[in-house]
């Protein structure tokens, strides 16, 4: 065998071989880490084994959602500031046409 060959060999504890999804490389099976990833706001495996030493990524932190406060208690009975129409623009919630049917 040539090449691409980082394996340990030992005949009186035998281990078995793997291939690094990464970089291709014949190493012990026990050497090989999976390969984590960000998935909501789960790490999940991947799928892939690959070298613990040099091919291991750090998972994307910017691939995790943001976790965003609960939107706050809305007021019960509330009443909205008349600055609008003591300045003679219309109400922001009402549609210009039923202000112009409104006037007749």
């Not at 065998?1 to 071989?17: I, K, L, S, T, W």
């Not at 976790?67 to 600055?83: L, Q, S, T």
């Amino acid at each position: 065998m040539r090449g691409n060959f980082r394996a340990r060999v030992d005949p009186n504890h035998p281990e078995a071989f793997a291939i690094c999804d990464q970089c291709g490389f014949l190493r012990n099976h026990c050497d090989l880490a999976k390969d984590m990833e960000w998935r909501g706001n789960n790490l999940v495996w991947t799928g892939f084994l690959v070298c613990q030493d040099t091919c291991l990524d750090v998972p994307y932190e910017f691939d995790r959602p943001i976790k965003m406060p609960p939107d706050p208690e809305p007021v019960v009975n509330a009443r909205p500031n008349m600055w609008a129409q003591q300045s003679g623009q219309p109400p922001a919630n009402i549609p210009v046409q039923q202000l112009i049917e409104g006037d007749d």
